[in-house]
T-cell receptor
């Protein structure tokens, strides 16, 4: 069965600092990968996705993620964090014949 | 387009009561999903549907039933609510692989 691991439950960064959220997946073939963001009390919004091609993908709000097949990873990055980025971030994986599987999430806090 | 909407937004039930959560989408998507979100657990799939009249079990289906009588609607039912079903419930829909989520329903069972 496919699974998604987000090793960091909670991360705190200073405003303006860089950010990297980790995501590892367990799946035999190349999966389709997503990052979603959930602001407090809100639903999930898609940040970016990887299906194929260039392994560095750009998303909304200045986020990017890099697919590394050799490490089974799809880490999310942002060069300079803003206070409004404080939220919970979910990595997810799917293949065509199975539903989406989510990681347990990483909560991001941003301090001044 | 309203996207994916969920009714109600909040609900408090007593143990043993029943209720139905409604999810509606106006994007003509074939696939619809119900998830529950609990602290530290991420989102877990309850049931899903690959088209009108079809449903399938997800990771945590026990205690829930679903129906997809119309393409745009996906109903989640709790026949006899239990405190363990206190959670935030999200509905989603998709045409391909990308899912679109509703705003959620916060359910408390006392």
């Amino acid at each position: 069965a496919q699974s998604v691991t987000q090793p960091d439950i909670h991360i705190t960064v200073s405003e303006g600092a860089s950010l990297e959220l980790r995501c590892n997946y367990s799946y035999g073939a190349t999966p389709y990968l997503f990052w979603y963001v959930q602001s407090p009390g809100q639903g999930l919004q898609l940040l970016l996705k990887y299906f194929s091609g260039d392994t560095l993908v750009q998303g909304i709000k200045g986020f990017e993620a890099e697919f590394k097949r050799s490490q089974s990873s799809f880490n999310l990055r942002k060069p300079s964090v803003h206070w409004s980025d404080a939220a919970e971030y979910f990595c997810a994986v799917v293949r065509r014949d199975t539903p989406l599987v989510f990681g347990k999430g990483t909560r991001l806090s941003v301090i001044a | 387009n309203a996207g994916v909407t969920q009714t109600p937004k909040f609900r408090v039930l007593k143990t043993g009561q029943s209720m139905t959560l409604l999810c509606a989408q106006d994007m003509n998507h074939e696939y619809m999903y119900w998830y529950r979100q609990d602290p530290g657990m991420g989102l877990r799939l309850i049931h899903y549907s690959v088209g009108e009249g079809t449903t399938a079990k997800g990771e945590v289906p026990d205690g829930y039933n679903v129906s997809r009588l119309k393409k745009q609607n996906f109903l989640l039912g709790l026949e006899s609510a239990a405190p363990s079903q206190t959670s935030v419930y999200f509905c989603a829909s998709s045409y391909g692989l990308e899912q679109y989520f509703g705003p959620g329903t916060r359910l408390t069972v006392t």
